[in-house]
């Protein structure tokens, strides 16, 4: 069972948009710590989508953005593309486990 | 170019050892903190330790404290990952990451393309 909480499936068509969410609780997510994002494509390492809740790393397309309030974070894909089919994982820290990064369980992202 | 190699990974028997290694290129290494990252075949990722830039500061999952040594020798730009009694739970892909520079509890900005560790018999 994961600390951070996300949707095991997401699909959407090509064009249209989808949100991943990312529920967590007070001693991560709720505390302030941030969220970060990877997207793993099939058979390959993660990739940082998203870090600091909102931001992009350079070559990352401005299709993904992030968001974070309360005990929850989100990961929006506008425009979706066949490329995005991929595993997303958000990312943060639990000040109730000392030194513990945490990751959600991963959502299976499949373009229709 | 940033870069993360590992090896040592392979095939050992429950209860054994081995020694997993990350080079590092393309970057001041001895500047950023590092991170392990495994994955079960199938499953999600799994955070499994943290060490500062100096090496003076370390973190373990509770799933391998005890078990687990994480060491770095920035004079050879390398990242270390000594597993010992193995148990068949710990096999999974293990990725080196590099934290992110600006947002101190982000795994990684880079990831190695990881290395297969298999615990049976």
């Known amino acids: 069972q994961s600390v951070l909480t996300q949707p095991p499936s997401v699909s959407g068509a090509p064009g249209q948009r989808v949100t991943i969410s990312c529920t967590g609780s007070?001693?991560?997510?709720?505390?302030?710590?941030?969220v970060h994002w990877y997207q793993q494509l099939p058979g390959t390492a993660p990739k940082l989508l998203i870090y600091?809740?909102?931001n992009r790393p350079s070559g990352v397309p401005d299709r993904f953005s992030g968001s974070k309030s309360g005990t929850s974070a989100s990961l929006a894909i506008t425009g979706l593309q066949a490329e995005d089919e991929a595993d997303y994982y958000c990312q943060s820290y639990d000040s109730s486990l000392s030194g513990w990064r945490v990751f959600g369980g991963g959502t299976k992202l499949t373009v229709l | 170019e940033v870069q993360l190699v590992e090896s040592g990974g392979g095939l050992v028997q429950p209860g054994g050892s081995l020694r997993l290694s990350c080079a590092a290129s393309?970057?001041?290494?001895?500047?950023?903190?590092m991170n392990w990252v495994r994955q079960a075949p199938g499953k999600g990722l799994e955070w499994v330790s943290y060490i500062s830039s100096s090496g003076s500061t370390i973190y373990y999952a509770d799933s391998v404290k005890g078990r687990f040594t994480i060491s770095r020798d920035n004079a050879k730009n390398s990242l270390y990952l000594q597993m010992n009694s193995l148990r068949a739970e710990d096999t999974a892909v293990y990725y080196c990451?590099?934290?992110?520079?600006?947002?101190?509890?982000?795994?990684?900005?880079?990831w190695g393309q990881g290395t297969l560790v298999t615990v049976s018999s």
């Open positions: 990451a590099r934290s992110i520079r600006t947002a101190a509890t982000g795994v990684g900005d880079y």
């Open positions: 007070s001693s991560n997510i709720g505390a302030g710590y941030d």
């Open positions: 393309g970057f001041t290494f001895s500047s950023y903190e």
């Open positions: 600091g809740n909102s």
